[in-house]
Nanobody, 123 residues
Framework: QVQLAESGGGLVQAGASLRLSCAAS????????SGWFRQAPGKEREFVAVINWTGGTTVIANPVKGRFTISRDSAKNTIYLQMNSLKPEDTAVYYCAADPLFSRVKAGTVAHWGQGTQVTVSS
């Protein structure tokens, strides 16, 4: 069983940076692809980024490409989302996700979700 716990959210001004962390427990997490999704008020949850189990392959959603990067530290069982040049439209609850299959993480049909962390960007 894999459990995910996000941290690092907060309230920032437009143009600022934040780094979200997702700490995972479970012996098999090292073989999992992981990713980030977000859900803004009144909107559906949307894909943000995914990274494969080795960290060698990443996909970033177009709305955040060039501003957000995803990475993982396998020794710490943690994945990160570095968010730069934040905009008010980035305001959302950010969720960590993990699954043995990269394609399922990208599609959002994953086996494991975190509880989410709020990111609020003021203008």
């Amino acid at each position: 069983q894999v459990q995910l716990a996000e941290s690092g959210g907060g309230l920032v001004q437009a143009g600022a940076s934040l780094r979200l962390s997702c700490a995972a427990s479970g012996r098999t997490f090292g073989n999992y692809a992981s990713g980030w999704f977000r859900q803004a008020p009144g909107k559906e949850r949307e894909f943000v980024a995914v990274i494969n189990w080795t960290g060698g392959t990443t996909v970033i959603a177009n709305p955040v490409k060039g501003r957000f990067t995803i990475s993982r530290d396998s020794a710490k069982n943690t994945i990160y989302l570095q968010m730069n040049s934040l905009k008010p439209e980035d305001t959302a609850v950010y969720y960590c996700a993990a699954d043995p299959l990269f394609s399922r993480v990208k599609a959002g049909t994953v086996a494991h979700w975190g509880q989410g962390t709020q990111v609020t960007v003021s203008s």
